[in-house]
């Protein structure tokens, strides 16, 4: 199941950074971009998410860039925190039914 | 706030052995998910329900079956449990058609290793 290629698998990003994890799918299918975020022990928990009619969407630290063409869509953390650290998925989504990502773990060090 | 129970935190089984794992959403959902979570290969759709009674194949079905008798609550059922079924186990749900986008609350999951 290729459908959905996360990139990379894991990111070690210093405090103050830009993480930045990327996502590529090949079913034009898809209508609903969102990212995940899963922290140990815990179910992943919805972070932000975007539709296609729009190129970036920015929630506070967290912007989603969008490229319909490309079929690819990126997170990008800005000043990055330790709390930040995580695993985070794409999960680019078609009637009801989302298609996750392999995951990545995601490091901020002080 | 949405809550997604799952029975179980930890469970071991044998081989062989029949495995049930219980999920129960509270907040009137219309849909249910379950998915199994292995290192490098992310999450994976074993079975989805979007109404009582009703249950659709995801991408991993075989070996599991589901119930889903009651709005709230989604079982997985593993009939004869195989050590390749060693894996943790999310439950999710998610509003359903009255949605205008679909927003999975997961729960907190159930480990399971089968001996």
């Known amino acids: 199941q290729q459908q959905v290629k996360q990139s990379p698998q894991s990111l070690i990003v210093q405090k103050g950074g830009i993480s930045i994890i990327n996502c590529a799918y090949e079913?034009?299918?898809?209508?609903?971009f969102p990212w995940y975020q899963q922290f140990p022990g815990k179910g992943p928990a919805l972070l932000i998410a975007?539709?296609?009619?729009?190129s970036e969407k920015k929630e506070g630290r967290f912007t989603i860039s969008f490229n319909k063409s490309a079929k690819q869509f990126s997170l990008h953390i800005m000043d990055s925190q330790p709390g930040d650290s995580a695993t985070y998925f794409c999960a680019p989504t078609r009637s009801r039914k989302l298609t996750f990502g392999t995951g990545t773990r995601l490091q901020v060090t002080l | 706030d949405v809550k997604v129970t799952q029975s179980s935190r930890y469970l071991v089984k044998r081989t062989g052995e029949k495995v049930f794992l219980e999920c129960v959403q509270d907040m009137d959902h219309e849909n249910m998910f379950w998915y199994r979570q292995d290192p490098g290969l992310g999450l994976r759709l074993i079975y989805f329900?979007?109404?009582?009674?009703?249950?659709e194949k995801g991408d991993i079905p075989e070996g599991y079956s589901v119930s889903r008798e009651k709005k709230e609550r989604f079982s997985l059922i593993l009939e004869s449990a195989s050590t390749n079924q060693t894996s943790m186990y999310l439950c999710a749900s998610s509003l359903g058609v009255r949605a205008t986008n679909e927003k999975l609350f997961f729960g907190s999951g159930t480990q399971l290793s089968v001996l």
């Open positions: 079913n034009t299918a898809f209508d609903y």
């Open positions: 329900s979007y109404d009582v009674k009703m249950k």
């Open positions: 975007i539709r296609p009619d729009v």
